[in-house]
């Protein structure tokens, strides 16, 4: 049975391939061109078309300590439709993420995520045999994303099915065809999301059937201080000095790395210069700052 570590970093996974942060970003809002659900929002991306943003408004909405259900529920109506020119409605868009900041808004994003995607994905996966927590987790992925029920079928008329193949084998078979499906998907949109899949297939190689953090998903950390929300300070030049042993455990990164700098534990110009050559090589915000983002890909 997965424990409530395992969920949470199952969730954060998915949070990271819909936002690029370990707890989400609930005021997200999104408008891919040529994405067939159209407006999307919050920490996993609920969307217009399919109507799931009407129903998590409303359930929001109907919280009596909604802070802003006087405003959104006016809109309920054009959700429900659903009307797509919201897509291009800025004041929506904005009243949205000025919403997030309401603790019943991220509470009610959580328990309808749970209700509509993480408990049916969980149902469905012990349904197919599937018990691995790596494996649940591509389960609720397919849920996310769409399309779980047939990238299954898929995967079963061609390799077979779990309990004749094993589990494991079935989980890598299945990234394998949706992998595929999500290539050639006649949605152009889709095409760049293959790196879920890949995300998969490389925690698949490394053996992660479990979760066991510490965890890189697309550069991002995921350990026991992300899911609770604690984050390492901003490492940057100043007067005096920054110190310590966080500065430290970045220079002897650069240093693995074939930097020359000093691990005195002194974030000093050297080490800015370090991190600022660093951060090019890698793509990164050339600033000399070391926030989640260069710590995340440093550190791996």
């Not at 998915?14 to 067939?36: M, Q």
Request: net charge neutral; proline share 3%; charged share 20%.
């Amino acid at each position: 049975m997965i424990t409530i570590l395992q969920k949470k970093t199952a969730q954060a996974i998915i949070n990271i391939f819909e936002t690029g942060r370990v707890l989400g970003d609930y005021g997200k809002v999104t408008v891919i061109k040529g994405d067939s659900g159209h407006l999307s929002y919050g920490r996993s991306q609920v969307t217009l078309a399919s109507g799931n943003l009407y129903r998590l408004i409303k359930a929001y909405c109907e919280n009596q300590g909604a802070r802003y259900a006087d405003a959104l529920s006016p809109y309920l109506p054009r959700m429900e439709q659903p009307d797509l020119n919201l897509d291009h409605d800025n004041s929506f868009k904005s009243l949205l993420n000025e919403a997030s900041i309401d603790p019943v808004m991220q509470s009610a994003q959580d328990n309808y995520l749970d209700s509509e995607f993480w408990n049916p994905s969980v149902k469905t996966a012990s349904k197919n045999n599937i018990t691995t927590s790596l494996g649940i987790t591509v389960f609720y992925d397919g849920n996310i994303q769409g399309a779980l029920k047939k990238i299954s079928n898929k995967t079963n008329d061609a390799y077979g099915v779990v309990s004749d193949i094993g589990e494991k084998i079935w989980i890598k078979d299945y990234v394998k065809v949706r992998r595929e499906w999500l290539a050639t998907n006649s949605n152009p949109a889709l095409h760049a999301t293959v790196y879920r899949m890949d995300a998969f297939n490389e925690l698949i190689g490394l053996d992660k059937w479990d979760l066991a953090l510490p965890l890189s998903v697309r550069g991002v950390i995921i350990d026991e201080n992300a899911l609770n929300g604690v984050y390492k300070r901003l490492l940057k030049l100043t007067s005096p000095l920054m110190r310590g042993d966080d500065v430290k455990e970045i220079q002897q990164a650069l240093i693995n790395r074939g930097f020359s700098v000093t691990a005195d534990g002194a974030f000093g110009q050297d080490t800015k210069d370090a991190v600022i050559a660093f951060q090019k090589q890698h793509g990164l915000s050339p600033d000399g700052k070391v926030g989640n983002s260069t710590r995340s890909v440093l550190l791996i």
